[in-house]
Each structure stands twice: as structure tokens, then as C-alpha cells.
């Protein structure tokens, strides 16, 4: 069974980088079976798709392609978002997650991590 987990720092000061790492634990995170992503949810408001990674790139949204990259550790099988020049408006919590290629679903989620963005 797969299990994710987000790990990074809760506080972050205005114009810094934010880096966030999941971990992942039952499958190996270059298996070609899966896609793997990001989603936050700002404080009261709805999920926000950041972007994913696959074994052949990274896609992000939009609105944040400019700002955001994914790495990855094959040997930890951790990959580790990154979101620069931060602002309050990135202050969310943040969710790692797995994409089965069978159902292009947010299938298995970790837990969040809350992340404020404040001076």
C-alpha cells in the first residue's frame, strides 16, 4: 500500500522559496504506472492543482508554471516541489499525491502540511 508524506518548513517569509518534499513508501516513484503531484488549499477556499511529475517531465499550472519546478530523489524516492519568490497569497496547505495512469485520479494523498507565508 502506498503511503506519502509531506515534510518542509510551516513558515516562510515573503519572497523566499518555498521546497516541500513527499516522501513516498510501497511503490517506487519511477514506476511508469503512476504520475506524481501537487494540490494546495488556500484557507477557505477550494483545491489548486500545482502541477505533476512523470518519468519523461514535469507540467505545472498555468498560473504558477513560472514559479514552480519538482525534483526528484530516486534513491530517497522523494520528490520536492519548489515555489519561489513567495507571497501570503501562497499560504495553503499543501498535499503530495499519486495519479494511477489507469485513472488519471488524485488516488493516494498524504497527509498536508500547512505552509504560511508572513514577514
Known amino acids: 500500500q502506498v503511503q506519502l508524506q509531506e515534510s518542509g518548513p510551516g513558515l516562510v517569509k515573503p519572497s523566499q522559496t518555498l521546497s516541500l518534499t513527499c516522501t513516498v513508501s510501497g511503490v517506487s516513484i519511477t514506476a511508469s504506472s503512476y504520475y506524481w503531484s501537487w494540490i494546495r488549499q488556500p484557507p477557505g477556499k477550494g483545491l489548486e492543482w500545482i502541477g505533476y511529475?512523470?518519468?519523461?517531465?514535469?507540467y505545472f499550472s498555468p498560473s504558477l508554471e513560472r514559479r514552480t519546478s519538482i525534483t526528484r530523489d530516486t534513491s530517497g524516492n522523494q520528490f520536492t516541489l519548489h515555489l519561489s519568490s513567495v507571497t501570503p497569497e501562497d499560504t495553503a496547505v499543501y498535499f503530495c499525491?499519486?495519479?494511477?495512469?489507469?485513472?488519471?485520479?488524485?488516488?493516494?494523498w498524504g497527509q498536508g502540511t500547512q505552509v504560511t507565508v508572513s514577514s
Open positions: 499525491c499519486q495519479i494511477p495512469l489507469a485513472t488519471l485520479s488524485f488516488d493516494s
Open positions: 511529475m512523470t518519468n519523461s517531465g514535469t
